[in-house]
């Protein structure tokens, strides 16, 4: 079984290397691919000084772009696994192997590593959990599935649903509006204990009210229309 870590990375050069090496040890099995979103940064410098597995993008697409690139190549390369990493260094390789495990106990197509089960590491920030909460509840409104952790990114899926994402996803905060078309599409979604790092470096993009309410409000929005796209496709 093919099996593919799709790191999307916008100026991430600090944190590469330790992601990489992370990898390396502690997900064996698994190979990896850097999606290098046109960084303004020296990313693509240490992808090459390094030695390290990368595509790189002539323009910038945004997380959903470059995440989606991720699932073209998982595609085209036939991986049967594919899982994304941030590029921040958040998230702890030593988790693909709990993901792939649900994966396989609950025969299911995608599993999230939820930060917000066992309530261990980083919890992140007070506006973000808010924000969370309140995408929670409306994926639970609109689709019968409780996912406590909507907006992460760690998440490990079938080869079903990189056939999906691969020909469809949303460019700007995805996770929330791509597991609830999933979901209302007839995909089974099942979510696992992780814990995760604060960022290893860099800066997160909802680091204000203003941004995390017009986060809250374009998310919402695309939620509700992932939600009536996928009961019509059933």
Known sequence: MKKLVIIPAFNEAENLSSVVADIKENAP???????????TDNTKEV???EGLNYLDLASNL???GAVQTGYQY????????AVQIDGDGQHKAESLVKLMAVLSAENCDMVIGSRYIDKKGFQSTALRRFAIRWLSGLIHVLTGTKITDPTSGLRLCNRAVIEVFARKYPWDYPEPESTTGLIASGFTVKE????????????????NPLSALFYMVKVS???VIEAIGGRKKK
């Open 74 to 81: 998982a595609l085209e390369e036939g991986y049967d696994i």
């Open 29 to 39: 099995g698994f190979d990896y691919i850097i999606i290098n979103d046109a960084s």
């Open 192 to 207: 696992t204990a992780v814990e995760m790092r604060a960022r290893q470096g860099g800066r997160s993009s909802l680091s």
């Open 221 to 223: 929005l695309g939620i």
């Open 47 to 49: 992808c090459e000084e």
């Open 62 to 64: 945004g997380i959903g």
